[in-house]
C-alpha cells in the first residue's frame, strides 16, 4: 500500500478527519447547532492548496478556510509541515554543474536525435 511522507495513511486525504457534531459528511460540509450548512474543507481539498500557502498565493477566503481546517486537522498540521520542510531541504541541495564535455556531448546528441532522421 502507498503511504505519505508522513506514514499516515491514504484515507487522510479522502475524508475530513476533523469532524463534529452530530450531523457530518465526509465530503466537508458539516450542519450548524442551528441547522445552516458550515461549509469545510475536506483535507484532500486542504492539502492540495499547501503549495499555494507556502507561495502566498491564495487569496483572502481560501487563506481563513485553510487556517480553520488546519487549527483543528492534527494530521493536516503534520503533512503541512512535512511538506513544509521537504521545500527547504530541496532548495538548500546544491545543484551540481554538468562539466563542459558533459554538456557539450548532450547537445550534440539532442540535436541529433531532434534532425530529421533522428540521428
Known amino acids: 500500500m502507498a503511504r ?6 491514504p484515507h487522510i486525504c479522502n475524508q475530513d478527519v476533523n469532524l463534529s457534531g452530530p450531523s457530518v459528511c ?4 458539516t450542519m450548524t447547532g ?11 481539498e486542504a492539502i492540495a492548496l499547501f503549495g499555494d500557502f ?4 491564495l487569496g ?10 488546519l487549527a483543528g486537522c492534527d494530521p493536516c498540521q503534520a503533512y503541512l509541515a512535512t511538506y513544509r ?14 562539466p563542459p ?11 541529433r536525435q ?5 540521428g
Open 60 to 69: 483572502p477566503s481560501q487563506l481563513a478556510e485553510l487556517e480553520r481546517h
Open 34 to 44: 442551528d441547522g445552516t450548512v458550515d461549509a469545510k474543507l475536506t483535507c484532500r
Open 85 to 98: 520542510r521537504t521545500r527547504e531541504l530541496t532548495a538548500e541541495t546544491e545543484r551540481v554543474e554538468m
Open 4 to 9: 505519505h511522507s508522513t506514514g499516515a495513511s
Open 114 to 118: 531532434l534532425s530529421p532522421g533522428g
Open 54 to 57: 507556502l507561495e502566498a498565493a
Open 101 to 111: 564535455e558533459m554538456r557539450s556531448r548532450l547537445a550534440e546528441f539532442l540535436l
Open 26 to 29: 465526509l465530503t466537508g460540509t
